[in-house]
């Protein structure tokens, strides 16, 4: 009779086996999973994660996460992971509770630099105040991946009486910026494409709970807010103009760039508008509440560097227009294809 080799163990890089759902698998998850982001429920292993029931209505976001390098000036794909999905429910206006997250490895992936992830994952979801509480992992062929993907679930709970929306902004409103653009998008590719600054520039990935916490309580008539991740500033303000149906006027001379930012994006032909953040977000305010909403943002270490850069519009309906430094008016379009592939 023929029979398969028992496999071994410690292996210091992922193999095909590890997807198996076998003896190599278990021991993936026990060496490395469970140590950095076990708790009750989800060490319990079940093939579904029972929570308790939640007060309140239910946000539910979910997001894939791809970048090259894993590991970059400010931040990994781990935490990245967590930021990305707790921040798309906490500027929905929801408190984040749970997170579900599943790894797609690819095979030759050192297991040192998985651990590194996962125990950044694992640190990332303390300080936010989420648990993963259901995972899985899949194993890919050696080039079929960039190492590690990792794809999310959020779970969070909406209180009573608030109520964001893309679909709410009205002409008059006022476009606040938390900070400056395009921090995390140009911090991975300097990484990437071995570019060097005068100073180091640190990817912007930070979770925005606080910020947000902070906002509504100044500014609770906050008519919605968007983290300007893929696709940058412009992308989120299209969204939020076509929407409600207005149009949404910029100032080029209040955007927030850093020197280095705009430098980089000058030499590659890049425009910061478009570029990836990861730890911005941008509120559409009622004009009058906009002196205390600017002011709880730069009181807050995330949100020092926030403008106001713009203005709600009823025509250009749909459209978002940029008044430049010189006077002129012209169009910023919808991005149409990829600027800076496989940030987020």
């Known amino acids: 009779m023929i029979a398969c080799p028992v496999p071994l163990s410690g292996y210091d890089r992922v193999v095909l086996g590890h997807g198996s759902g076998g003896r190599l698998g278990n021991e993936l998850v026990q060496r490395v999973f469970l140590p950095a982001l076990g708790n009750d429920v989800l060490s319990a292993l079940e093939d579904q994660a029972t929570l308790p029931a939640l007060d309140g209505r239910l946000a539910v976001t979910t997001d894939a996460f791809v970048v090259r390098p894993i590991f970059f000036p400010g931040g990994d794909?781990?935490?990245?992971?967590?930021?990305?999905?707790?921040?798309?429910?906490?500027?929905?206006?929801?408190?984040?509770?749970?997170?579900?997250?599943?790894?797609?490895?690819?095979?030759?992936l050192r297991i040192a630099d998985l651990d590194r992830v996962v125990r950044s994952m694992a640190e990332a979801c303390r300080i936010c105040g989420v648990q993963v509480v259901a995972a899985d992992t899949k194993v890919v062929e050696r080039g079929k991946g960039d190492q590690i993907y990792i794809?999310?679930?959020?779970?969070?709970?909406?209180?009573?009486?608030?109520?964001?929306?893309?679909?709410?902004?009205?002409?008059?409103?006022?476009?606040?910026?938390?900070?400056?653009?395009?921090?995390?998008?140009?911090?991975?590719?300097?990484?990437?494409?071995?570019?060097?600054?005068?100073?180091e520039l640190l990817s912007d990935s930070a979770p925005l709970i606080d910020l947000v916490a902070a906002l509504l309580a100044a500014a609770p008539r906050t008519r919605c807010m968007r983290d300007p991740t893929r696709g940058g500033l412009s992308s989120a303000l299209h969204e939020i103009a076509a929407a409600s149906g207005v149009g949404v006027e910029l100032d080029e001379a209040a955007l927030p760039i850093r020197e280095e930012v705009r430098g980089a994006c000058e030499m590659l032909g890049l425009d910061p508008l478009y570029v990836a953040n990861e730890g911005k977000l941008v509120a559409i305010v009622p004009e009058p509440d906009v002196t205390a909403a600017l002011a709880a943002l730069r009181a807050h270490p995330r949100g020092q560097g926030a403008a106001i850069v713009g203005k709600v519009v009823s025509q250009p309906r749909g459209l978002v227009t940029m008044r430049s430094r010189v006077g002129g008016t012209r169009i910023v379009p919808l991005l149409a294809g990829e600027q800076l592939p496989r940030i987020c």
């Open 77 to 108: 794909i781990g935490s990245l992971a967590v930021h990305g999905t707790v921040n798309d429910l906490a500027v929905g206006g929801a408190v984040p509770r749970h997170l579900t997250a599943a790894f797609i490895l690819e095979e030759g």
């Open 151 to 199: 794809t999310t679930t959020g779970v969070g709970v909406v209180p009573a009486g608030r109520a964001l929306s893309v679909h709410n902004a009205r002409p008059g409103d006022c476009v606040l910026l938390s900070g400056s653009l395009g921090d995390h998008g140009i911090a991975v590719l300097s990484c990437r494409e071995g570019l060097d600054f005068e100073t």
